[in-house]
């Protein structure tokens, strides 16, 4: 009889295999050229909209949530959205709100736009060119971490990466970045393939393949390599998450990991905000004013 340290050797066995056949490596040494595009004040605290550069030679445009001034020592958080149109906040101003609670009690947030901030995304884009497109972005994900650890400023022993959607499954390989210290997992699936294979119908052939090829990018095979502590939050009315594929993922996530279920929809709910907006300052150590 199979035992459960078989499967979890198996599962590790895997994670180790994607490693292996994928690359996430960039030229660090780029420089991030930073630039000022505006700047607002809200509650206390300013947003800072900024383009940089990212590995490929294009740019990208981020908002800085963070008190003023340069004081040291303050722990610094990635925000990467979820893709949701025709909701308002299916771009980086998702995390506004948890952004500018976190700021007022000290600490640094960077909320990046993403290929599918543009509405459109899901539909222009084709599915032969998912795989490559990924590994790009978990790279664009990694010159994020760059530009967050260079303001003045951040501790480098309290980074934090919070992904809702893709920006989960994205950030799930982000993650296994040395930088990233604490991370929250908001309603993501399993494997690529659960989604890009929606819309048009693929023949049998044409969908084994596609699998086959997304496979090694499989979020679930990572989720093994994250020893940090995890926040892994899930909804009960997920259209896109089955509760076997949000199990699948909680399974797979070591300790140290708190997993919650929401009585929600794909977007989650309050109670979920406020949850994760309590565990990331417990975790970074955060002390509310």
Not at 112 to 141: C, H, M, N
Not at 164 to 189: C, E, I, Q, S, W
Not at 212 to 217: D, G, I, T, V
């Amino acid at each position: 009889m199979m035992t459960r340290s078989f499967f979890v050797g198996l599962l590790l066995l895997s994670a180790l295999s994607a490693f292996a056949q994928v690359s996430f490596d960039y030229d660090q040494a780029k420089p991030l050229d930073l630039k000022d595009t505006g700047s607002r004040e809200q509650d206390g605290v300013r947003l800072r909209d900024i383009t940089y550069a990212l590995p490929d030679g294009s740019r990208n445009a981020a908002t800085v949530v963070a008190k003023d001034g340069r004081a040291a020592g303050r722990p610094g958080v990635l925000f990467v959205h979820w893709y949701g149109p025709p909701a308002l906040t299916s771009n980086r101003t998702q995390f506004i709100p948890d952004a500018i609670e976190l700021a007022k009690d000290g600490a640094v947030c960077l909320l990046i736009d993403t290929p599918w901030s543009k509405p459109e995304y899901f539909r222009e884009r084709k599915r032969d060119g998912d795989y490559a497109r990924s590994v790009q972005e978990v790279k664009d994900l990694r010159r994020a971490l760059d530009v967050l650890v260079s303001f003045p400023g951040i501790d480098r022993e309290r980074i934090a990466l919070v992904g809702h959607d893709f920006g989960a499954m994205y950030g799930a390989l982000a993650a296994n970045d040395p930088r990233v210290k604490f991370f929250v997992f908001m309603a993501g699936t399993q494997s690529f393939s659960d989604w890009f294979l929606y819309g048009p119908k693929p023949t049998e052939a044409e969908k084994q393949k596609f699998i086959a090829e997304m496979a090694p990018l499989d979020p679930v095979k990572y989720m093994p390599a994250l020893k940090m502590p995890k926040l892994l939050q899930f909804a009960d009315e997920d259209e896109h998450v089955s509760k076997e594929r949000a199990e699948a993922l909680a399974a797979a996530a070591p300790e140290p990991k708190t997993v919650r279920t929401y009585h929600a929809q794909h977007e989650l709910n309050e109670a979920a905000t406020k949850e994760r907006i309590a565990w990331l300052k417990e975790q970074l150590k955060i002390d509310s004013n």
